[in-house]
Nanobody, 124 residues
């Protein structure tokens, strides 16, 4: 049984940093495309970033490029999202996702497994 459990969310001020964690069980993060998505109230779920299991290449949404970094610790079977210079528009519920395909996708429909999410709120 696959489980993705996110943690690390919270209430911060604009300009602060947060690191989200996604602990996986039932799958090995080093063998899956791992992604982060977010969803704000009243909006669709949007792509944030993803990392390839094979090459380690990562892709980012333009809105977070240069501020957010995805990484993984294979020994802990955990994926991280380091978020710096947070802005009020980053406020959303952040979800970890896993895809057993071979191509990095920005579309949520490509991902097979999802966590329950962790809330990030950035005050101005």
């Amino acid at each position: 049984q696959v489980q993705l459990v996110e943690s690390g969310g919270g209430l911060v001020q604009a300009g602060d940093s947060l690191r989200l964690s996604c602990a996986a069980s039932g799958l090995t993060v080093s063998r899956y495309m791992m992604g982060w998505f977010r969803q704000a109230p009243g909006k669709e779920r949007e792509f944030v970033t993803a990392i390839s299991w094979s090459s380690g290449v990562s892709i980012y949404a333009d809105s977070v490029k240069g501020r957010f970094t995805i990484s993984r610790d294979n020994t802990k079977n955990t994926v991280y999202l380091q978020m710096n210079s947070l802005k009020p528009e980053d406020t959303a519920r952040y979800y970890c996702a896993a895809d057993n395909g071979k191509v990095l996708y920005r579309s949520a429909s490509a991902y097979d497994y999802w966590g329950q999410g962790t809330q990030v709120t950035v005050s101005s």
